[in-house]
């Protein structure tokens, strides 16, 4: 192999650099932010449903539903239907639905769903209750009502219980976001306490989002952008364009990821818009949001060990994308800096030791006379 000669630079083989430069982008990748939510829609042809997770007893479940503009689950529409067959499959915990014993009544195995009755104001349409399949136990009174569980068991439970959470339906698309926020503060709007539209009210303000965005979880005085569908036109501003977490950009539309194509979850997976759902099958544990792992035979699992059904955006883009490419550019700018650093550090050694003066020959010592 040729060697370089003195005070050559050394060079980096492009497959090598490129290898590096790909484990740096993973590397930033892999810690990048993620977020997690309290309420997630699934949405087809102008009705959704939403998995909520906040352990409510039923009433107050019902009244959360109904503060978003809709009712708790029920199966009596067949788009209903439709949708809790794409969601059950990766639902994971217990989540009431829109079923109650009358007053005074107690469950007959032998009667349409047990002698429950659907909590819908909607008109009454048939429902075909022949595969549900319900969970073993006795016979029970009211007040008792339904929630959903894994594998699409549905369990008879006290209604003063705090399950996981609740499933909602509803027509709006956005119900998961609070569409506006009131805050009990001396502040008034001229001291702009809010990003994007502000309403004194009594006792403090009201903060409320554009067309397009929704007030922020983790500051509800502030907006994010937010796309409720498969693709919602990009903000663009200064030649720039972004779009909410979980969409990509493309021209000036952005369009939803869909995580599960790009193997987020171990085993099962649900994309929804901006965000997805992972789930383990039987005999498999949910944990670190997105990993199975396998549940030894006879072992226990109590509640503090089990994850709920992931609830994660997906990776942000937008801003966050931007943040993730720059800090890339950062790391490789450093091992390029640091490698520049060797190399000068090389030459300048090489250099001393160029100008340094040879050492005068010592005088061969004169033989000794005999």
Not at 139 to 153: D, G, N, W
Not at 294 to 316: I, K, M, N, Q, W
């Amino acid at each position: 192999m040729p060697q370089a000669g003195r005070g050559s630079e050394p060079r980096w083989p492009a497959p090598r650099m490129a290898a590096l430069l790909w484990a740096l982008l993973l590397l930033v990748l892999e810690a990048g932010p993620g977020q997690q939510q309290a309420c997630l829609p699934l949405c087809s042809e102008g009705r959704c449903l939403t998995v909520n997770w906040a352990g409510l007893d039923f009433d107050s479940a019902a009244v959360a539903c109904r503060r978003r503009g809709g009712e708790l689950l029920t199966l009596q529409a067949q788009s209903s239907h439709q949708l809790l067959a794409q969601l059950a499959p990766v639902l994971s915990g217990s989540f009431w639905m829109g079923l109650r014993l009358p007053a005074g009544s107690c469950s007959d195995p032998g009667e349409p769903l047990r002698g429950y009755r659907w909590t819908s104001s909607s008109a009454n349409e048939t429902f075909n209750s022949s595969w549900v399949q319900w969970a073993a136990g006795a016979a029970v009174c009211s007040p008792s009502c339904v929630a959903l569980a894994q594998y699409q068991v549905w369990t008879e439970r006290p209604c003063s219980d705090r399950p996981d959470g609740f499933l909602c339906r509803t027509m709006d698309s956005n119900a998961c976001w609070e569409q506006e926020h009131f805050f009990n503060d001396p502040i008034r709007c001229d001291d702009a306490p809010c990003q994007q539209q502000c309403a004194d009210a009594e006792g403090g303000v009201r903060c409320s989002c554009f067309h397009g965005y929704v007030p922020d979880s983790g500051d509800p005085h502030r907006c994010r952008l937010h796309c409720a569908q498969q693709s919602c036109p990009a903000v663009c501003a200064a030649g720039a364009c972004r779009c909410a977490d979980g969409f990509l950009l493309e021209g000036q539309q952005c369009v939803d990821i869909d995580e599960c194509h790009m193997g987020q979850c171990d085993q099962s997976c649900l994309n929804t818009f901006g965000s997805f759902l992972c789930s383990c099958r039987r005999g498999f544990l949910l944990t670190g949001q997105v990993r199975c792992v396998a549940v030894a035979a006879g072992e226990v699992v109590t509640p503090a060990d089990r994850d709920s059904t992931l609830r994660a955006a997906s990776a942000p883009s937008g801003p966050f994308l931007w943040v993730w490419v720059g800090a890339t550019v950062v790391l490789v700018a450093a091992v390029f800096l640091l490698r520049v650093y060797v190399v000068r550090r090389q030459k300048r050694r090489e250099r001393s030791s160029d100008q340094q003066p040879a050492a005068p020959a010592h005088p061969r010592a004169p033989e000794p006379q005999v």
